[in-house]
């Protein structure tokens, strides 16, 4: 039998919904290459080797910092809507990438720290609390998927069925397994922002995409994890039954 056959109307049509969301998470890299151009082959390539090899570590510091950031500022700042989070993020792009690299480094950490809230926040809508340490978890995996300049969903899917093995991971555990693909990602963006004449207009156009690839693939996520909960489907089958509709 396959997923297909066992998986309700009302829960296909949800599915259904969940993947226009994970298609428009990849259209927003299409949009930023187009604002790139030609100039976007081999973004990694583009930043200086000491940059490289610090990535990693820098990314994984930025993750402790915006956990920490974001946790405290929830009691203080409410959840923004997903537009203004965007509009929010722009701007900074386009001053991070005004500076060129020196800025847009010193951007960077900021910018986690804010995808990190509106992560926080959609989790929110979904009816999880974001405090509790397995949705906090969860809120970081959301940084395991592709990327937007990435083509293949193949690691999307993944980032998806890897929630299952959460149990019993410390938050910095989630971290360091997160930070490595998570440092590809924001190489390419620090690489995009550096491309020369395009300077803040980069920045603002790589800081939008950015933004609005992880909300929707936060929405995808955690929709799926109330799907799974409210229809008694198994999460399993959901994704499958994401893929096809994907295809």
């Given at each position: 039998m396959t997923g297909t056959d066992i998986i309700p109307a009302a829960t296909e049509r949800e599915i259904a919904a969940l993947a226009r969301r994970h298609k428009r998470a990849g259209g927003v890299g299409l949009q930023l290459l187009n604002v790139l151009g030609a100039q976007a082959e081999n973004l990694l390539e583009r930043l200086p080797d000491r940059v490289k090899i610090r990535l990693e570590a820098a990314t994984e510091r930025a993750l402790e910092t915006a956990m920490r950031a974001a946790a405290s500022s929830r009691?203080?700042?409410?959840?923004?809507?997903?537009w203004?989070?965007?509009?929010?993020?722009?701007?900074?792009?386009?001053?991070?990438?005004a500076g060129g690299l020196p800025t847009a480094m010193a951007e960077l950490p900021v910018t986690t720290t804010v995808l990190l809230r509106a992560i926080q926040g959609i989790a929110a809508e979904y009816g999880y609390d974001p405090a509790e340490p397995e949705i906090a978890k969860e809120c970081l995996m959301v940084f395991g998927s592709a990327g937007p300049l990435e083509t293949d969903d193949g690691?999307?899917?993944?980032?998806?069925?890897?929630?299952?093995?959460?149990?019993?991971a410390t938050v910095h555990g989630v971290i360091a397994r997160v930070a490595p693909r998570l440092a590809t990602v924001l190489g390419q963006?620090?690489?995009a922002q550096t491309v020369p004449i395009l300077g803040a207009a980069a920045g603002a156009a790589t800081n939008y995409a950015y933004?609005?690839?992880?909300?929707?693939m936060a929405h995808v996520h955690f929709g799926l994890k109330r799907l799974a909960e409210?229809?008694?489907?198994?999460?399993?089958?959901?994704?499958a039954q994401l893929r096809e509709a994907l295809r």
């Open positions: 009691t203080v700042v409410p959840d923004q809507k997903g203004l989070n965007t509009v929010l993020t722009t701007a900074m792009g386009a001053a991070g990438g690691a999307d899917m993944a980032f998806l069925s890897a929630r299952v093995t959460l149990t019993g963006k620090l690489a933004t609005s690839y992880y909300q929707e409210q229809s008694g489907t198994p999460r399993e089958a959901l994704i």
